[in-house]
């Protein structure tokens, strides 16, 4: 079964809250991950937590962690037209290979 | 620096043919990563090194082989081709240590069609 879980497509209004959810399984998780890919290009890093933390915030971004559900989310405050992307959440732990696992991406469009 | 740097940046192939996908880094990054996006199905691991002469498998390993002479470079080697490796593929080095978070850092990816 897949490790990471994410909802396929989420759309919202510019100007409005941007939620979007994750799901793992590793409960050794040790770091968690959020990846935005533009389209055409590789991912670039948005931000990560540490497993021992419940939330973690930068600027527009929220990032909340609920280890007894396995539960990731990622809120983007104010979501602009250039935040339309791929956002991808990903785990990794210090005892497996410090590769991260990834889900299959959640494709955020804002309109206007 | 130049980052996670990958060549070519699109590549038709013919079925049967080989190939081999560059992926090199200046970063003195310990662990390197090659990974296959198709749509859909996200981002699945194919090979991964964590460091000059060790690599290991990842989940989708079949007709892919690597190698890790150096430190800076990954190179991955299409055997022989089949339409079902067309893909998008990406390229992620990073470093273990400085505070325990390991940050990937991904090349800009590599268009692969095989007809």
């Known amino acids: 079964g897949e490790d990471v879980e994410q909802s396929l497509f989420l759309s919202v209004r510019e100007g409005d809250s941007s939620v979007i959810n994750c799901t793992y399984t590793?409960?050794?998780?040790?770091?968690l991950y959020w990846y935005k890919q533009e389209p055409g290009a590789g991912l670039q890093l948005l931000t990560y937590?540490?497993?021992?933390?419940d939330m973690k915030q930068d600027q527009r971004l929220t990032v909340l962690l609920n280890k007894k559900d396995k539960h990731l989310s990622l809120r983007i405050a104010d979501t602009q037209t250039g935040d339309s992307a791929i956002y991808f959440c990903?785990?990794?732990?210090?005892?497996?290979?410090?590769?991260?696992?990834f889900g299959r991406g959640t494709s955020l469009i804002v309109h206007p | 620096n130049a980052g996670v740097t990958q060549t070519p940046k699109f590549q038709v192939l013919k079925t049967g043919q080989s190939m081999t996908l560059q992926c090199a880094q200046d970063?003195?990054?310990?662990?390197m990563s090659w990974y296959r996006q198709d749509p859909g199905m996200g981002l699945r691991l194919i090979h991964y090194s964590v460091g000059a002469g060790i690599t290991d498998q990842g989940e989708v390993p079949n007709g892919y082989n690597v190698s890790r002479s150096t430190t800076e470079d990954f190179p991955l080697r299409l055997l022989s081709a089949a339409p079902s490796q067309t893909s998008v593929y990406f390229c992620?080095?990073?470093?273990?240590?400085?505070?325990?978070?390991?940050?990937?850092?991904f090349g800009p990816g590599t268009r692969l069609l095989v007809l």
């Open positions: 990903a785990e990794s732990n210090l005892g497996g290979s410090y590769i991260p696992t």
């Open positions: 992620a080095s990073s470093l273990i240590g400085g505070g325990g978070q390991e940050t990937q850092y």
């Open positions: 970063m003195n990054h310990e662990y």
């Open positions: 937590i540490f497993s021992n933390m």
């Open positions: 590793d409960s050794s998780s040790t770091y």
